[in-house]
């Protein structure tokens, strides 16, 4: 199966609140994504609804429920009381949990899975219960896919920071050297397979050759950034054919 694009919508959001006024429209330009082919869309709400607010999680899981039915909703955030009762309101079909200390800018480091592995194996069987898929956002160590699955992960979503901020050919190599072996153990440990952060049309193809086992990249950023220019449209079918699936 090819690998598939779920826009994160964060970008659209963070927009809209410079004002107070109703556009960008997250839902809108969601649904132009998710016409041009997106297989789903992310979003990360945070504590002071900087970017996404609690409203906009209900409009677009209503579109997405009435409107695309096939299509995915993923919802990221850090398992405090008020993040799980949201994703048990709501009923995404992926969960990705991530490490972030509410006052970061953007996610940045994944899980140390040791350390946290009481709260991780509670909160991932609690959101089972809810049928609920769950990733856990790791950063590109081969050593952590085994310990996701010990704590009950379906799948890990690589932090792909470190390799789209390099640009020196070395930098970039052992970068990717770095994620590619953390996929790679991924299959090995029977988990399934996301990536995020700082990918874009350029260094998506390079990744997806590599690992036949990619099943989603969640692309916010470079997505909304190409989309300033190209348009959501084409920004999407664009990325679509980056990464194989156009």
Not at 62 to 67: I, V
Not at 178 to 204: F, P, Q, S, Y
Not at 228 to 237: H, K, P
């Amino acid at each position: 199966m090819p690998c598939k694009l779920s826009v994160n919508v964060n970008a659209i959001a963070y927009l809209r609140n410079r004002r107070n006024l109703p556009w960008p429209s997250v839902e809108g330009l969601g649904r132009i994504a998710l016409e041009a082919g997106s297989i789903g869309l992310t979003v990360h709400p945070r504590p002071d609804e900087r970017h996404i607010r609690r409203s906009d999680v209900t409009v677009l899981r209503e579109m997405l429920r009435r409107d695309f039915p096939k299509a995915e909703f993923n919802i990221e955030g850090y398992p405090d009381a008020r993040f799980l009762a949201l994703v048990e309101a709501e009923k995404p079909d992926q969960v990705t949990l991530v490490p972030d200390d509410p006052s970061q800018g953007t996610s940045d480091h994944g899980w140390d899975i040791a350390a946290n592995r009481a709260l991780l194996t509670q909160v991932i069987a609690r959101l089972h219960k809810g049928g609920m898929r769950v990733s856990l956002f790791v950063d590109a160590d081969p050593a952590l896919p085994a310990l996701a699955k010990e704590v009950g992960a379906d799948r890990i979503e690589i932090y792909t920071g470190p390799y789209g901020g390099a640009f020196e050919p070395d930098d970039v190599a052992r970068e990717f050297a770095k994620v590619v072996a953390c996929g790679k153990a991924a299959e090995a440990a029977g988990l399934g397979l996301n990536a995020g952060h700082d990918l874009t049309r350029d260094n998506l193809p390079a990744l997806v050759k590599a690992l036949p086992n990619l099943a989603e990249v969640s692309i916010g950023h470079a997505v909304i950034a190409d989309a300033l220019s190209l348009g959501m449209a084409d920004t999407v079918r664009a990325f679509r054919r980056a990464i194989g699936d156009l």
